[in-house]
């Protein structure tokens, strides 16, 4: 069932992504100046349906399977390096939303939590915490990968079997959101290279050259950064809440710490490690 999820997730990207080649390039073939630009266009694709449509019924049924599964195989290929390459361009925003969403609204009861397990994530979790703008986005991306990483390891160690099927499918949905909005920025860099490159501007007026140039790649650009701001942080939002519901239910004691009032944090890590070495001096006894 996943696979088939996956397999899903991967062909809707990618074909969004080729919808939207379609369109960038009917953009490109229509004629400057034209009065009715969404008929001309509309009456474009009608003409290539009807060719394609007449090449499939030349071919013949048996190469007509040929194509379809190779159309199918380009798009789910398509989706899965739009999955791949996402990453690339938004790792870095990510980061720094996570520190300022997450990590530091979270800091009373996230602190003691990282201390008890200081051997594999205190360090990283210090780093990036008390990192700036420009390092958390850039310098310390390797620190908010293991961070991420462990708080995703906890909840799937500890929380129960349908709140993690509620998060699988936020991370899904969140990864399929990502793909499109890296559709819409190869969109918007395909339609500023063309135009200021290939096309004759000379036969373009200037309110056409900015709309296109500048207008619709900006307007993707915000559409797609606000796509992925936006699932990401309902993504978190749902992690940090069954988070702290799972230590409540699990590990209580180390949400003692998180309830002390009117102390700073190296106080409140002080006593997180005096709870500690008392568990284990019992543990031990």
């Known amino acids: 069932m996943k696979q088939i999820a996956r397999f899903a997730e991967y062909c809707v990207t990618g074909g969004l992504f080729w919808l939207c080649m379609i369109s960038f390039y009917t953009l490109s073939v229509i004629p400057a100046g034209e009065d009715n630009f969404f008929v001309s266009g509309l009456t474009l694709w009608n003409n290539w349906i009807i060719v394609f449509a007449a090449t499939l019924t030349n071919m013949g049924s048996g190469l007509e399977k040929v194509l379809f599964a190779a159309g199918?195989?380009?798009?789910?290929?398509?989706?899965?390096?739009?999955?791949?390459?996402?990453?690339?361009?938004?790792?870095?925003?990510?980061?720094?939303?996570?520190?300022?969403?997450?990590?530091?609204?979270?800091?009373?009861?996230?602190?003691?939590?990282?201390?008890?397990?200081?051997?594999?994530?205190?360090?990283?979790y210090k780093q990036y915490l008390e990192s700036n703008w420009f390092e958390c986005c850039v310098k310390h991306k390797k620190n908010y990968a293991r961070v991420k990483a462990f708080i995703q390891s906890y909840l799937f160690t500890y929380a129960s079997g349908s709140h993690l099927e509620a998060v699988t499918d936020k991370i899904q949905i969140w990864r399929t959101s990502r793909s499109l909005a890296m559709s819409m920025l190869v969109l918007a860099a395909l339609l500023s290279l063309t135009y200021a490159i290939v096309v004759n501007t000379e036969t373009l007026s200037t309110a056409t050259l900015g709309t296109t140039v500048i207008g619709i790649p900006i307007l993707l650009l915000v559409i797609s950064v606000s796509v992925n701001v936006s699932m990401f942080q309902r993504l978190w939002?749902?992690?940090?809440?069954?988070?702290?519901?799972?230590?409540?239910?699990?590990?209580?004691?180390?949400?003692?710490?998180?309830?002390?009032?009117?102390?700073?944090?190296?106080?409140?890590?002080?006593?997180?490690?005096?709870i500690k070495a008392e568990q284990q001096k019992k543990a031990a006894s």
């Open 72 to 124: 199918l195989l380009a798009i789910f290929f398509t989706g899965l390096i739009l999955d791949m390459i996402s990453p690339r361009f938004f790792n870095s925003l990510e980061a720094y939303i996570f520190k300022k969403k997450f990590l530091e609204p979270n800091q009373s009861w996230l602190d003691p939590l990282m201390l008890e397990n200081d051997v594999f994530i205190q360090q990283s």
């Open 237 to 274: 939002m749902l992690i940090a809440a069954l988070t702290y519901t799972t230590i409540c239910k699990e590990q209580p004691d180390i949400l003692k710490v998180s309830r002390i009032e009117g102390r700073s944090r190296q106080e409140l890590l002080e006593t997180a490690k005096k």
